[in-house]
């Protein structure tokens, strides 16, 4: 696995030095750490600035999920996470993220620099059905850099049993497709 240049607070690097690099422009915030200023922001990059946050038993979700696929704007100021261990875990209440215990299966993840985030089609259906403001925006970023994910969505959807917000989530997505045509 390639070793990521990012930094956390509790890294190697202490207080002062973070702080002088990020005064003396060598390194920019991003997510929860710190890259070199030239760094190439990839989707691998802003998942693993996730990872004080994300540990085996969480994955990104909704809008946490659509800023690491698409890195459309900044990332949220409050994370989405989710289950993904087969046991209940305990989490502390944080204000820097909102977390959902029903277990997400494996095969709505992605594994990126060792963090796991919801797949483009389980991100669009779940933004879909939980209508997250700026929820439009995101699908869009995500379609931008993964073409299918839309019609993937919609047979995320097929393949579940009934569900809350489903038929509702249904209708957007082909609004949706109906105006990006």
Do not use: N
């Amino acid at each position: 696995m390639t070793v990521l240049p990012l930094y956390f607070v509790d890294g190697p690097l202490g207080t002062a030095e973070l702080c002088a690099a990020v005064l003396d422009g060598h390194l920019v915030a991003l997510g929860e750490g710190y890259v070199a200023a030239d760094s190439v922001e990839t989707a691998a990059l802003r998942a693993a600035s996730l990872r004080p946050l994300l540990d085996a038993d969480a994955a990104a979700t909704h809008a946490s999920a659509a800023w690491v696929l698409s890195g459309d704007g900044p990332p949220p100021t409050r994370h989405s996470l989710q289950r993904i261990s087969p046991h209940r875990t305990r989490r502390r209440g944080e204000l820097r993220y909102t977390y959902r215990d029903p277990q997400i299966p494996e095969a709505d993840l992605l594994r990126l620099a060792g963090a796991a985030v919801t797949t483009p089609a389980r991100t669009i259906a779940d933004l879909a059905r939980d209508d997250v403001p700026g929820s439009r925006r995101m699908i869009a970023g995500i379609l931008a850099c993964h073409p299918d994910a839309l019609a993937d969505a919609r047979e995320w959807f097929r393949m579940r049993p009934p569900m809350p917000g489903k038929r509702t989530a249904m209708a957007r997505l082909r609004r949706y497709d109906e105006v990006t045509r």
